[in-house]
């Protein structure tokens, strides 16, 4: 499926170009906005590689992976990244995970660009189940995929290596039933 565009009152999913290097910089290169990610902040030349890959993921056939632009809808401006990734392990799996840039947390962005990302993997892909992992120092992470109605189903331990020590993850994941029940 491309290309994949979804869109609420304020903010709108569109694929990831080129041209979105710079303002991906700003929120995978900043040491507040990458602190309870799964890795370090990224340099441009990193970030340049992560857009190469997901505008060339974009296209795959079968597509496994959607990398996506949080947009403002009345600016256009990118403010954040959304990613659903189809699960091998799982049938109609996926994993999500959401970045925003540091300036425009607090706004209820995080929800609504969960809500983008779910309705898009329930609706469109026909998934069945979608789940996300956070740090469990990342409260603001457990509010907005409790908000949207994801259920916490327990810690992934010594998951992440960040900055050379283990971290935890906590997951959280809902049901196409669930999901439609609460939307």
Request: net charge negative; with cysteine.
């Given at each position: 499926?491309?290309?994949?565009?979804?869109?609420?009152?304020?903010?709108?999913?569109?694929?990831?170009?080129?041209?979105?290097?710079?303002?991906?910089?700003a929120i995978y290169g900043s040491p507040a906005a990458t602190e309870h990610l799964s890795f370090e902040?990224?340099?441009?030349?990193?970030?340049?590689?992560?857009?190469?890959?997901?505008?060339?993921?974009?296209?795959?056939?079968?597509?496994?992976?959607?990398?996506?632009?949080?947009?403002?809808?009345?600016?256009?401006?990118?403010?954040?990244?959304?990613?659903?990734?189809?699960?091998?392990?799982?049938?109609?799996?996926?994993t999500m995970g959401f970045a925003l840039r540091p300036d425009v947390w607090g706004r209820g962005y995080?929800?609504?660009?969960?809500?983008?990302?779910?309705?898009?993997?329930?609706?469109?892909?026909?998934?069945?189940?979608?789940?996300?992992?956070?740090?469990?120092?990342?409260?603001?992470?457990?509010?907005?995929?409790?908000?949207?109605?994801?259920?916490?189903?327990?810690?992934?331990?010594?998951?992440?290596?960040?900055?050379?020590?283990?971290?935890?993850?906590?997951?959280?994941?809902?049901?196409?039933?669930?999901?439609?029940?609460?939307?």
């Amino acid at each position: 499926m491309h290309p994949v565009t979804r869109s609420s009152a304020r903010l709108g999913l569109r694929e990831l170009a080129i041209a979105d290097v710079e303002a991906l910089l700003a929120i995978y290169g900043s040491p507040a906005a990458t602190e309870h990610l799964s890795f370090e902040p990224r340099n441009r030349e990193q970030v340049e590689q992560v857009v190469a890959r997901s505008v060339t993921a974009a296209t795959a056939m079968p597509r496994t992976e959607y990398a996506l632009a949080v947009v403002e809808t009345e600016t256009a401006e990118l403010i954040g990244s959304g990613r659903l990734a189809l699960d091998p392990h799982q049938q109609h799996g996926a994993t999500m995970g959401f970045a925003l840039r540091p300036d425009v947390w607090g706004r209820g962005y995080g929800a609504e660009t969960v809500r983008l990302l779910l309705d898009f993997g329930f609706n469109d892909l026909q998934l069945h189940r979608i789940w996300g992992a956070r740090s469990p120092l990342n409260t603001a992470s457990a509010k907005t995929m409790s908000a949207v109605g994801m259920v916490e189903e327990g810690t992934i331990r010594e998951h992440v290596l960040k900055a050379g020590k283990w971290r935890d993850s906590v997951v959280h994941a809902i049901l196409d039933r669930e999901f439609y029940t609460c939307s």
